[in-house]
């Protein structure tokens, strides 16, 4: 760019505009660019910052500092800006801001969403058609986007919510987009100081970036944003990508499959691209009922073959309910017809639908499932089953709401981490007896948070007393039962959870090893990935103070458990088991684990012992015993135990119960 003495940068701008729009005059050649760029300007922009902030570049669009940061102006400034895309303060946001940018989408471009093959096209024509399809997709999930186009041939798609969402949930969003529509540049989403240049703003090549639809409809997209249930639909259009990016960070071990979770909390598997149709054979058996018995031998092979192929097209289970219903699948039910047993299908399909997901996934063995039962249960109880994993899943998400509460957090006060620990036991001991409604002993709950059975005690009582609480008490402790406690969804917090996302897999409570080194640590080390981070971003996502943060940080960066590189912290290479080894907690965890198991067959003794004292003969002293009768005591003491020295009071979890692995 040209340095003219006392001129602005402005005037070195090219009069070039955006292609087809017509200028108003010579001597005035974006005037009515830029008629239309404030009226954009006013109309939308302060809906697409996360702030009611504006950077403005005064070197021509190369850099947008910080330093340059201003209140957001009326109207559109002279030089290239940038609003924010997230509250950098509260970690959130309310938009997509999708990146179309020409040169990613240049030369061969073939896209499945846009079901087009481009032979060297050109970059703005295909950005066009991915744009195209990116609202497409937004208005078949039931929502709107808003979308603008600059000089260049670079277009912006904005997808606008009424509420407020944690910036790593869009974070992952846009990248899973990205991985489906290659023009999609998901830079100004992956840090919590992104930025985007918002419609009606000057460009860095001259012109301005003008809204690609009507004004009217712009207006309306920000007026009214979307809802959550195109936040659930864009969710699960876009299950696969987001595994795909997850396991590519590191955060899966191997190479299967895994399942998510639809609305009904049902396991499926996410296919990119969408679900796909089954195959002309198993197509023709699910139409007819008629099957090839060289291939399978009996109804229950085929029926099992249809499931599966379904499973593996991205069906979920309410699709193959729908095309029973529907009568594309006719003859399917047919499979399951026997005379004896009416309604045969109702009672096994979702059963079996979840042995056919778990056979897709590569897994041979449903016990090594997070879903899997731990208990035997009547064949018919599959919908409840799924439904209870899926009300598990929805309050471990309202746990994250909750911590997102200052009042809730205040009350608290200094168990806070206590309290965050034993709601992460409760989570894990509820997926492990598949219910809700968990009956685990303070002591079994203790060896899962790192704590003693005492502080469990008072944080199960602290949360059950307070307003609106996590958890309902269902009954209290007798004989050998312990208390009965309800997952429970507050009434507060139902509208925030439907915004957040479900995620498939095992709910991790705290590991041994931080006996010894502390609760803070655990939560922080819960929160590191492959993915490096910032301290703040840490402390963002671990919901601690950043001091606090910093100091767990030292801790697992001594023992090998974090490790600091350029672009911040990430998860050593150390293991868990190998640090509890060498520190101590993992002796410290056997010693309680066989103390408390002494104190739950103590117990059992002392209740046998009851039990035979009511079933007891009457001798001649039963009845009144004078107070100054001697010998009173004598007798007490053959018909009621006494404890030993070292027993600890208290009901052991309910006998039969699996407690939760570490």
């Known amino acids: ?48 910052a996360g702030t009611a902030h504006v950077r403005v570049s005064r070197d021509g669009g190369r850099t947008y500092p910080a330093r340059h940061a201003r209140l957001l102006p009326a109207g559109p400034p002279g030089q290239p800006c940038t609003v924010p895309v997230y509250d950098p303060g509260a970690g959130t946001g309310r938009m997509l801001a999708l990146d179309l940018d020409p040169a990613r ?52 798609v904005f997808v606008l919510f009424s509420a407020p969402l944690p910036w790593r949930e869009l974070r992952d969003l846009c990248r899973a987009i990205a991985v489906r529509f290659s ?76 399942a998510e979770l639809d609305e ?23 139409r007819t009922g008629r099957w090839d018995r060289s291939r399978y031998p009996g109804r229950s092979e085929a029926r099992m073959a249809v499931l599966a192929a379904a499973a593996v097209r991205g069906w979920q289970l309410a699709d193959v309910r729908a095309a029973v219903a529907a009568g594309a699948w006719k003859g399917f039910p047919g499979l399951y017809e026997r005379r004896s047993e009416p309604g045969r299908m109702d009672r096994l399909l979702a059963a079996e639908w979840r042995k056919a997901v778990a056979f897709a996934a590569g897994s041979e063995n449903m016990r090594d499932w997070p879903t899997s039962d731990p208990k035997p249960r009547p064949p018919g109880d599959g919908d409840g089953l799924a439904a209870e994993y899926g009300l598990i899943r929805q309050w471990m998400t309202t746990v994250a709401c909750a911590l997102e509460d200052p009042e809730r957090v205040r009350g608290w006060g200094g168990r806070v981490i206590a309290v965050r620990l034993v709601l992460l036991a409760l989570g894990q001991a509820a997926m492990v007896s598949g219910s809700s409604v968990v009956e685990f002993g303070c002591r079994n709950l203790a060896l899962h948070a790192a704590l ?18 996590l958890v309902d008490l269902v009954s209290r402790r007798q004989a050998a039962r312990a208390d009965r406690y309800q997952l429970r969804i507050p009434a507060a917090y139902a509208d925030s959870v439907r915004w957040r996302r479900w995620r498939a897999g095992r709910i991790e409570a705290i590991h041994p090893a931080f006996l010894v080194l502390g609760g803070t640590a655990g939560l922080v080390y819960q929160v590191l990935d492959a993915n490096p981070a910032r301290g703040a971003e840490v402390a963002r996502a671990a919901r601690l103070s950043p001091s ?23 998860r050593g290479p150390v293991g868990l088991d190998d640090v509890a080894e060498s520190v101590g907690a993992a002796d410290l965890h056997r010693e309680r684990e066989e103390r408390y198991k002494q104190d739950r067959e103590s117990w059992r003794a002392r209740l046998r012992q009851y039990q035979g004292a009511r079933v007891r003969p009457v001798n001649e002293r039963d009845g009144w015993l004078s107070l100054d009768d001697p010998s009173e005591y004598d007798f007490m003491a053959c ?11 208290g009901p052991p979890p309910a006998q039969g119960r699996k407690a939760p692995s570490a």
Not at 19 to 33: F, M
Not at 112 to 127: F, K, L, Q, T
Not at 264 to 280: D, F, Q, T
């Open 452 to 469: 003693s059975h005492r502080t469990v005690a008072r944080v199960l009582r602290l949360l059950r007393d307070e307003p609106d609480p």
């Open 1 to 48: 760019m040209a340095t003219l003495t006392g001129r602005t940068a402005r005037s070195t701008l090219p009069r070039c505009d955006t292609p087809g729009v017509a200028t108003a005059s010579p001597g005035s050649p974006d005037g009515l660019s830029r008629t239309a760029a404030e009226a954009a300007w006013r109309a939308v922009t302060s809906s697409i």
């Open 548 to 570: 606090a943060v910093s100091a767990a940080l030292r801790v697992l960066a001594g023992h090998g458990l974090a490790e600091r590189g350029p672009g911040g912290w990430r």
């Open 105 to 156: 989408a240049a030369g061969d471009v073939d896209d499945g969403a846009v079901r087009h093959r481009h032979e060297r096209n050109d970059g703005p024509a295909a950005v066009g058609c991915q744009a195209a399809a990116l609202g497409e997709l937004v208005v078949r999930c039931g929502g709107q986007v808003l979308a603008d186009v600059s000089p260049s041939g670079g277009r912006h």
């Open 183 to 258: 023009a999609v540049d998901p830079a100004p989403m992956c840090s919590l100081g992104g930025q985007i240049s918002p419609p009606g703003s000057r460009h860095k090549s001259g012109g301005w970036r003008l809204l690609s639809m009507p004004l009217g409809q712009a207006r309306a997209a920000a007026e009214q944003p979307n809802g959550p249930e195109v936040w659930s639909a864009l969710l699960a259009e876009f299950a696969a990508e987001l595994w795909a990016t997850e396991r590519a960070a590191g955060s899966q071990a191997d190479d299967r499959a895994f």
């Open 639 to 649: 018909r009621w135990p006494v404890l030993a020295d070292n027993v600890v009071r």
């Open 264 to 286: 009904a909390g049902i396991p499926w598997l996410p296919r990119p691209g969408g679900r796909a149709p089954l195959g002309g054979e198993l197509e023709h058996v699910a």
